[in-house]
């Protein structure tokens, strides 16, 4: 008993570790990932729950040139972050509230304190959020897109799937940054991935290894307690 419980101590850290230790990474090594790894991670990740088994995923992993490409795409479009049309779904809420404006503000203040970014310094914000776009100097950048036939569930077991990879790619010691500012550029992304018209880009990621040398990695956010959102019944 004594050793299976040591055992399922020593499992639970680990996989403990590689959840907490999953953050959004902005800034990565040119490092290579090779192409046996990345297929690892996927094939894990696809192991994630979804509605009668459907797996909606779709995703397009990019290197080099064609990654290159969608870069310019989107950064040569001359459509500001802050102009871009959502069009094909909604991320954020039109107008924020309570308890989220907060969250959000202590993200961006925390990420651009980081940076040594002002709060009136606009240029210096808007170049940070291009660095979206070029996945953070990341050597993979994936886009994920849903059949927009789908409905809200298999949205659900997307996020599932997304989770998985940032995960395994942790177990593999890659980092991950998830990325919605993709969404918006559909029309720039769709031809240089020949993505047809039924599916809906979700979001991007970065995939490689940290910089640890630079500041906006050093940031880290916080959780709420679970007193603020678990309810225990009985």
């Known amino acids: 008993m004594l050793e299976n419980n040591s055992r399922i101590a020593k499992d639970a850290a680990i996989v403990d570790e590689a959840i907490t230790s999953r953050r959004s990474v902005r800034a990565f090594l040119p490092d290579m990932v090779d192409d046996e790894t990345i297929r690892d991670v996927l094939s894990v990740a696809s192991r994630a729950p979804s509605g009668t088994n459907m797996q909606p995923w779709r995703v397009y992993v990019t290197k080099g040139e064609v ?11 001359g459509i500001r972050a802050e102009k871009a049309e959502w069009d094909e779904y909604r991320y954020y809420p039109d107008q924020f509230f309570e308890p989220y404006l907060t969250r959000r503000r202590a993200n961006g203040f925390g990420l651009y304190g980081a940076l040594g970014i002002g709060r009136r310094e606009v240029d210096r914000m808007r170049a940070q959020h291009d660095r979206n776009f070029v996945f953070f100097d990341a050597p ?81 956010t916080d959780r709420a307690p679970l007193e603020e959102w678990v309810t225990f019944s009985e």
């Open 140 to 220: 993979v950048g994936m886009i994920f897109t849903v059949d927009r036939r789908l409905n809200k569930g298999s949205w659900i077991d997307y996020g599932m799937f997304l989770q998985n990879i940032m995960v395994a790619a942790r177990g593999r010691g890659l980092h991950t940054c998830p990325q919605a500012a993709f969404a918006p550029y559909h029309r720039q992304i769709r031809p240089v991935l020949n993505i047809p018209d039924e599916e809906i880009v979700v979001c991007g990621m970065a995939l490689g290894y940290e910089d640890t040398s630079k500041p906006e990695n050093e940031f880290r």
């Open 67 to 77: 990654k290159q490409r969608i870069s310019d795409a989107i950064l040569n479009s």
